[in-house]
């Protein structure tokens, strides 16, 4: 992108005016309570009058931005309608009630369960999935631990709101690099780490406070800093060259951490009537049974087998990044349509976009549009591997106009 010889102007008013659009869908969802479908197109023309009228864009830069918008949300839609096919094939096979006999076996401590399903598990979810899966699979959970309903939708939107920014296998950072050039990625990276870190933790405490006031912070305290030091730590290292996969990394670390530290002693003690129960509609958990059939048709769903599809997506992801010559083969081909050049009346100049081939080594790391078929392999394969299904093809857009990052 560059400019040519008239200035762009920067006022509070042009700010306003680019920020309108947003404002605008906004007011319609929120306040008028119209659907996303209903609210989009609106604020799309209304960023079009602001664009022709204040702006000086011409229509076919429009035209040719609206493009590149849809070929971008193609890239989101392959990560959702395998992750929403991963959770309906997850969920017709029990596999989250599995998941919550398994926790409650190997947990003894009611806050450590809490924790481990509100913080550990939606997060961990969110690192592959995203998109609601999350709040779907761990709500239902924590009403069948006695939860309140208002708490079970709750605490999990906080234990996992610090995974968006990386979670999804990488999407929000893959869709920012795709309409944002970021001049030094890794200093990025880093430093959205610490403020993500900075949230992870406050996740953690909150959701500590919410169970129980200063005597859950007591208790939690220990575990929620050990557990957010290894988020935080894991994600430092592994972001600038796995970036789809170092949120999968440290929330699954993070689990086993949990696992690891609910075996000892300060975990496994009984404190009576001491622990508040604020959260609770009743004092035991509700006993899950499998559908599908009468009791003793078929053996429950081990916990292994319950979170198998989601470690056969983290070893395929392994694999596709960290095996050179396999990572070679796909990055070969990347397919998208054609944009030209465009300029607005300001002399900003977007550069053409075109279908790459590449069929030869290279030494310039993997661009963009690799890191996203990297991701898009990860979520076709394993999403395909539990219906026992052959894998789609994977195609994803190239940039010509962006230097390889």
Not at 96 to 117: N, T, W
Request: charged fraction near 10%; include cysteine.
């Amino acid at each position: 992108m560059s400019s040519g010889g008239i200035a762009l102007p920067v006022s509070p008013a042009s700010v306003l005016a680019a920020l309108l659009p947003i404002l605008v869908l906004l007011a319609l969802l929120m306040w008028r309570g119209w659907s996303t479908s209903s609210a989009a197109p609106v604020a799309l023309a209304v960023a079009a009058l602001v664009a022709v009228m204040l702006f000086r864009t011409p229509l076919e830069t429009i035209a040719v931005a609206s493009g590149k918008g849809i070929w971008d949300a193609i890239f989101i839609l392959y990560i959702v309608w395998p992750a929403l096919i991963l959770y309906r094939v997850a969920n017709g096979a029990n596999a989250f009630q599995a998941i919550q006999r398994g926790v409650l076996r190997l947990i003894p401590d009611r806050l450590m369960v809490i924790l481990v399903f509100a913080w550990l598990l939606t997060s961990f979810i969110q690192s592959i999935a995203g998109f609601g899966a999350p709040l779907a699979v761990v709500a239902p959970i924590l009403l069948g631990l006695g939860v309140k309903p208002l708490h079970a939708v709750l605490l999990p939107i906080i234990g996992g709101a610090w995974a968006n920014a990386f979670g999804s296998l990488g999407a929000p950072w893959l869709a920012l690099e795709s309409v944002v050039e970021v001049a030094d990625p890794t200093a990025t990276l880093r430093s959205a780490v610490v403020l993500v870190s900075i949230a992870n933790l406050c996740g953690g405490l909150m959701i500590a406070w919410l169970y129980g006031g200063t005597w859950a912070l007591r208790r939690g305290l220990p575990a929620i800093l050990v557990i957010s030091l290894l988020h935080g730590g894991l994600l430092w290292l592994l972001l600038p060259t796995l970036l789809p996969i170092a949120m999968f990394i440290a929330c699954a670390a993070g689990l086993l951490a949990a696992l690891g530290l609910s075996q000892l002693r300060f975990y496994r003690q009984e404190d009576g009537d001491a622990e508040p129960d604020r959260i609770f509609d009743r004092d035991e958990p509700e006993p899950s049974t499998d559908a599908g059939g009468a009791q003793g048709e078929r053996r429950p769903m081990t916990l292994a087998l319950a979170f198998a599809p989601y470690l056969f997506l983290g070893v395929i992801a392994v694999v596709v990044l960290t095996v050179a010559p396999l990572r070679e083969v796909l990055e070969t081909v990347s397919v998208g349509p054609p944009f030209p050049a465009t300029e607005t009346g300001y002399g900003i100049v977007e550069g053409p976009w075109t279908p790459m081939r590449r069929s030869r080594r290279s030494p310039i790391p993997a661009p963009s549009c690799c890191w996203r078929q990297g991701s898009a392999t990860c979520c076709s394969s394993a999403t395909a591997a539990i219906r026992r299904a052959p894998a789609s093809s994977v195609w994803c857009s190239g940039r010509q106009a962006t230097p390889c990052r």
